[in-house]
C-alpha cells in the first residue's frame, strides 16, 4: 500500500464539531491513513487519548508507524465499525468525548492500484476493505445473477441504467480486472455521464455492497449512544447521498427521543479552497449531534 502523504477531508469542521480539548478520549472510527486522529492527539496533548479503528489490515499498520510519536495514547483496533462497542470496551473507551467516521474509501485505498477500488487502473476486481473475509467484486460480478447485480447497481449506486449494465456483465462473464469492468461499463453508457467517468456509479455500488457499507453504518449509528458521555459530540462525513440520508434520519430520530440534540440542522460542506486543493472532498458532507443526558 502506498505510504503516500494523504489528505484527511474537513479537518478544522471535524475537530470543532467534535469540540475536541485537551485530555480528551476520542473514537476515530475509520482511522484510514490516520489524518483526522493526528489531529485530535495533536490538540489533546498532554494525556488525550484515541481509539482508532479501521478494517484495513494494511491502513492500521501504515497509521501506526505514522502516529507513532504519540505512543500509547493512540490504541488501533482492526475490525469493522458494525461491531463499535465490542470494540470500544475491549479497549476500554466505554466514556467519550467524542465519535468520528469519515465514510467512504480512503485516498489511500484508491491510490493502492492491487486494491482493484480504481476504474482508472488495471488490478484484480476486489474491493474488500478487509481483504481477510468476505466475497470479492469479481465475486459478485461473475455469480450473482442479471437480477441481483442490477438491484445492487440500482440501490446502492443509483444507476439509471442498471439493468443494461447488469446484462451486458453477465453478458461479457468472467471479468476480473477493474478495466475489463470498465470498459464493459462504458459500451453501455458511451459519454453520457458528462464530466464523470461513466463507471463512477457501478464501482461505487460494487465496492459498498463488498463491504457492506450501509448495513455497518446502522449498526454503528446506534451503538454511538452508550458510547458517548453527556455532551460527547458525534460527527460524521458522508460522501454519498444513501450514507448521509442513514446519519441525518438517525440523528433526528435520536434528537426526538432526547439521546442526542442536532448541532447541525444543515450539512456542512468543505470549502470552495478545500475543494480546489482536494478534488475528493467535493462530495463530503458533515453532520454534528451532542448526546444529551
Known amino acids: ?33 490516520g489524518g483526522h486522529s493526528r489531529a485530535i492527539l495533536e490538540r489533546t496533548r498532554p494525556d488525550g487519548r484515541v481509539l482508532g479503528i479501521d478494517r484495513d489490515a494494511a491502513a492500521l499498520g501504515l497509521a501506526q508507524q505514522s502516529l507513532a510519536d504519540f505512543g500509547e495514547r493512540l490504541v488501533v483496533a482492526q475490525g469493522d465499525f458494525a461491531e463499535l462497542a465490542r470494540i470500544c470496551r475491549d479497549a476500554g473507551f466505554t466514556e467519550n468525548d467524542g465519535i ?96 464523470i467517468h461513466p463507471a463512477t456509479r457501478t464501482f461505487m455500488a460494487l465496492r459498498i455492497a463488498v463491504n457492506r457499507e450501509l448495513e455497518s453504518l446502522k449498526m454503528a449509528m446506534e451503538q454511538t449512544v452508550d458510547l458517548l458521555r453527556e455532551g460527547g459530540r458525534l460527527v460524521v462525513i458522508s460522501y454519498h447521498s444513501l450514507e448521509d440520508r442513514i446519519v441525518k434520519q438517525f440523528m433526528r430520530s435520536e434528537a426526538a427521543n432526547h439521546a442526542y440534540s442536532l448541532v447541525t440542522r444543515k450539512v456542512i460542506k468543505p470549502t470552495s479552497l478545500e475543494c480546489l486543493s482536494n478534488p475528493r472532498s467535493r462530495s463530503a458532507r458533515l453532520r454534528v449531534a451532542e448526546r444529551l443526558a
Request: hydrophobic share 35%; aromatic share 6%.
Open 100 to 195: 468520528l467516521f469519515d465514510l467512504g474509501v480512503s485516498s489511500m485505498q484508491l491510490d493502492t492500484t492491487e486494491r482493484g477500488f480504481s476504474f482508472q487502473r488495471e488490478a484484480p476486481l476486489d474491493m474488500r476493505f478487509d481483504t481477510s473475509r468476505g466475497p470479492s467484486a469479481a465475486d459478485i460480478v461473475n455469480s450473482y445473477t442479471e437480477q441481483e447485480i442490477a438491484r445492487i447497481l440500482w440501490e446502492y449506486g443509483e444507476e439509471r441504467y442498471s439493468r443494461q449494465i447488469a446484462h451486458r456483465i453477465v453478458r461479457n462473464r468472467p471479468i476480473l480486472s477493474t478495466l475489463r469492468l470498465a470498459e464493459i461499463v462504458r459500451q453501455v453508457l458511451g459519454s453520457r455521464r458528462g464530466r
Open 1 to 33: 500500500m502506498s505510504s503516500t502523504a494523504h489528505v484527511p477531508v474537513m479537518v478544522e469542521e471535524a475537530m470543532d464539531g467534535l469540540r475536541v480539548h485537551p485530555g480528551g478520549v476520542y473514537v476515530d472510527c475509520t482511522l484510514g491513513a
